[in-house]
């Protein structure tokens, strides 16, 4: 990963997570600053500058630490929350969200997990009547692709080790495994892979691993005995559909028992109305623009009704016919109708 500068708040420069993302990446000029946020975003900077102009920023990140999740985000009937560990992504799949959420690729990356642990703790304390509560990392950023340099899930695994009805996701395209594979799997802390078939993983997951090697990755976290789960999003339409489909479901079920798969999240492709236009400047030539986009129910840019139904229908039922259980596979980001 080539960073151009480290932009430290002074309030972090001593935190031990700080110093191990310094030694790791000792070739950048490092700047010390008093908050992120005087300089992250400060001016726009284009989305795919991120290719050759990215600087890095490490603070302490404060506000609301532990959020709710939005309605479907995850399976139904159980609290839903999400943490932030960092902003943006050192991938550059072509419909990422991100290119019209912030105003700058930059990587800003959060060390204080002691207190965003202890605000989940809370969290938990207050849902003690509850058998799970869900709380998902990995919404503004791959929760795996820097854990070599940034080391926090240690925190997460003493803590959820110690909060039964409390579940973590850990979302992530990488094969970076390092920083978890050695960790003792627990029962609730499920790593979860977002996976296309073969072809449209290499048109539009841009400098992600290949499918064939999230696969590898899953089997090996399948072997040490992880809980896993499975993204089927963004569903793209294209000649094949269903045939792409049925084999990916079956690659996934090589990799990994049916019984280790928590869960398997169906979604569409969509987009806000800012992340559309950012993605039709950015990747003009996209295979994505020959699909018919409209503005649905939330307002996103997504196929029009008949056509997400037909496709999520699709791709569920491949899954049950290969015997997954109804119960584990859930719509994600869709209304009840779609
Ligand atoms: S891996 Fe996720 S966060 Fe990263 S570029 Fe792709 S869609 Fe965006």
Redesign the pocket.
């Known amino acids: 990963m080539l960073v151009k500068r480290i932009f430290v708040e002074h309030q972090v420069a001593t935190h031990p997570q700080t110093g191990r993302i310094l030694r790791a990446l000792d070739k950048a000029p490092v700047v010390y600053i008093d908050k992120v946020e005087d300089v992250f975003e400060r001016a726009r900077k284009p989305y795919l500058q991120k290719r050759g102009d990215l600087n890095l920023f490490i603070g302490r990140k404060e506000g609301q630490l532990v959020k709710p999740a939005p309605d479907a985000y995850g399976l139904s009937g159980d609290p839903h929350y999400y943490f932030i560990h960092a902003y943006n992504?050192?991938?550059?799949?072509e419909?990422?969200?991100?290119q019209g959420y912030f105003k700058s690729p930059d990587l800003v990356l959060y060390v204080n997990h002691d207190e965003i642990a202890a605000e989940i703790r809370e969290t938990v304390r207050r849902h003690a009547d509850r058998p799970s509560v869900w709380f998902h990392a990995g919404e503004?950023?791959?929760t795996l692709?820097l854990s070599h340099i940034t080391d926090e899930w240690g925190t997460y695994w003493e803590l959820f080790a110690t909060l039964p009805n409390a579940r973590l996701e850990l979302r992530t395209?990488s094969v970076n495994l390092k920083a978890i594979i050695d960790r003792p799997p627990l029962e609730n802390i499920i790593v979860t892979f977002?996976l296309s078939p073969a072809a449209q993983a290499k048109r539009y997951?841009r400098k992600?691993p290949s499918l064939e090697a999230r696969l590898r990755a899953i089997a090996k976290l399948a072997d040490r005995g992880f809980r896993l789960g499975i993204h089927f999003d963004p569903i793209i339409y294209e000649d094949g559909f269903e045939a792409q489909y049925r084999a990916l479901v079956q690659e996934v079920l090589q990799a990994v028992p049916d019984a280790q798969i928590e869960y398997i999240s169906l979604g569409v492709v969509r987009f806000t109305r800012d992340v559309y236009q950012e993605f039709v400047r950015n990747y003009p030539g996209s295979g994505l623009l020959a699909g018919e986009f409209v503005k649905s129910f939330d307002n996103k840019i997504r196929y029009n009704r008949p056509q997400r139904l037909y496709m999520l229908n699709t791709v569920q039922q491949l899954c049950r016919d290969a015997g997954i259980g109804a119960e584990k596979i859930y719509l994600c980001m869709e209304n009840e109708t779609v």
């Open positions: 992504c050192i991938y550059e799949c419909y990422c969200y991100l503004f950023s791959d692709a395209k977002s997951d992600t």
